[in-house]
């Protein structure tokens, strides 16, 4: 009768639990709502473990995983894990930080850039059109169940990803590359239609200067700025709802994507 070795079944589930434990435990340091600075380290730290002992008795029946023979070996595995729930929070992150950029280039043509105000989700100073874009786009996101997509990114990662069976593709640096790349191109087009009637203001302003000097542009120029900035953005709303549609389908394209790249 073959005798069964409990300590290596032990060490088998053990390594593979933290492997799991980890890739989780990757979308909590960066991406949208689950990485956000103002939920506690401990309920974040919680939330991932919860949701690695959730998963963990679907993702071992596919993944064979023993311990590594030695501890470097092993902190090799916890790297490749972290990298791949940190993509996945990454390019989530990325998508958001294009509407942060657009509100920032917003608040440079209306005036509101001298005023910031404290972003509790990422711990710094924030415009204040960039700041309510954000949060709105927070809103959005849960409002149309975003977080369910990164968990299911999450899932899906398990089942293209076996644990420590990442592949590197240089691909992959290019690709990261140009999707952060896109966040200014992505801001400048959200912010194009105020950014473009204040430039229409600023003509119609440096006619009437030379026309009429006597008048004061710069005490007309301020609340013009501001009236016309504010009204814009009013009339930007509704399609920016639609453009949040959008803009969270290619969000979850992206992360299939890198998870192909990555894959064996």
């Known amino acids: 009768m073959t005798e069964i070795d409990f300590y290596d079944i032990f060490q088998g589930q053990l ?27 401990q309920i974040r730290a919680a939330a991932a473990i919860t949701m690695a002992f959730v998963t963990f008795p679907v993702i071992v029946e596919k993944n064979i995983v023993t311990a590594p023979e030695s501890i470097l070996m092993f902190a090799g595995s916890i790297l490749q894990e972290m990298f791949v729930g940190w993509m996945i929070g990454f390019i989530a992150f990325v998508a958001l930080a294009a509407i942060n950029m657009a509100g920032k280039i917003m608040d440079m043509q209306v005036g509101f850039s001298v005023a910031q105000v404290m972003d509790p989700t990422s711990g710094q100073q924030s415009p204040l059109i960039g700041s309510f874009l954000y949060n709105l786009a927070v809103i959005y996101f849960l409002v149309v169940n975003g977080h369910h997509i990164i968990i299911g990114a999450l899932i899906e990662s398990f089942n293209r990803i076996p644990l420590d069976g990442v592949v590197w593709n240089e691909a ?48 007309v120029g301020i ?24 803009m969270f389908n290619t969000m979850y394209a992206n992360i299939v994507t890198a998870l192909k790249l990555i894959s064996p």
């Open 223 to 246: 609340p013009l700025h501001l009236t016309i900035g504010t009204f814009m953005l009013s009339m930007l709303l509704p399609f920016f709802i639609l453009f949040l549609d959008s």
């Open 15 to 41: 390594a593979a639990f933290l492997l799991v434990l980890t890739r989780t435990s990757g979308i909590f340091l960066i991406s949208p709502f689950f990485g956000s600075m103002n939920i506690p380290v």
């Open 172 to 219: 992959l640096t290019s690709f990261i590359g140009d999707i952060t790349a896109g966040v200014f191109l992505v801001g400048m087009k959200i912010a194009m239609p105020v950014t473009f009637s204040i430039l229409l203001v600023n003509v119609g302003m440096g006619i009437l200067a030379r026309t009429m000097p006597q008048m004061n542009i710069f005490v």
